[in-house]
């Protein structure tokens, strides 16, 4: 995907829900190992609105964030694992470094962080506000995060 371009199907189901007036949310990560916290987090975010978009970095993207031995998770995986939880609604990959591009594509009515952000360090928020939307931090589940899942298999090997 370049620029602001959404893929047509994503495109056209978003379309569809804001003629239904449906509320969009969105958040974003790379979700390669999904925990409890994930579930968490995904299930209370949906709660704030009609639909839950997940915009979700590609494999590149990820080991430029944060190394070569990331993802453990290939791409296709992670859509197949986020898209069977009944709290998403869309999964829309991303290759660039921050979802900007797509959250300016899409302008959700809520965008949703978790809660090692603050308002001024979220992407997109500006536009998000800009265009009437809301933007809300919301706190981890604690205990749970990818990096310390994968410290945790590391030592047990």
């Given at each position: 995907?370049?620029?602001?371009?959404?893929?047509?199907?994503?495109?056209?189901?978003?379309?569809?829900?804001?003629?239904?007036?449906?509320?969009?949310?969105?958040?974003?990560?790379?979700?390669?190992?999904?925990?409890?916290?994930?579930?968490?987090?995904?299930?209370r975010?949906?709660?704030?609105?009609?639909?839950?978009?997940?915009?979700?970095?590609?494999?590149?993207?990820?080991?430029r964030?944060?190394?070569a031995?990331?993802?453990?998770?290939?791409?296709?995986?992670?859509?197949t694992?986020?898209?069977?939880?009944?709290?998403?609604?869309?999964?829309?990959?991303?290759?660039?470094?921050?979802?900007?591009?797509?959250?300016?594509?899409?302008?959700?009515?809520?965008?949703?962080?978790?809660?090692d952000?603050?308002?001024d360090?979220?992407?997109?928020?500006?536009?998000?506000?800009?265009?009437?939307?809301?933007?809300?931090?919301?706190?981890?589940?604690?205990?749970?995060?990818?990096?310390?899942?994968?410290e945790?298999i590391?030592?047990?090997?």
């Amino acid at each position: 995907m370049s620029g602001a371009t959404l893929p047509e199907s994503a495109a056209a189901t978003i379309a569809a829900w804001r003629q239904a007036d449906q509320r969009l949310v969105f958040t974003n990560g790379c979700f390669d190992l999904l925990h409890p916290g994930h579930i968490d987090y995904l299930t209370r975010a949906a709660a704030l609105g009609d639909k839950l978009i997940i915009g979700l970095n590609d494999d590149d993207s990820i080991r430029r964030l944060k190394g070569a031995s990331r993802p453990i998770n290939p791409l296709q995986d992670r859509i197949t694992m986020l898209s069977a939880l009944r709290a998403v609604d869309l999964v829309i990959p991303f290759a660039e470094d921050t979802p900007a591009q797509l959250i300016a594509a899409i302008l959700p009515d809520l965008l949703v962080k978790g809660g090692d952000y603050t308002l001024d360090t979220i992407v997109g928020a500006r536009e998000v506000q800009a265009a009437g939307g809301e933007v809300v931090v919301m706190p981890f589940l604690p205990g749970y995060s990818s990096s310390r899942l994968i410290e945790r298999i590391c030592a047990q090997s």
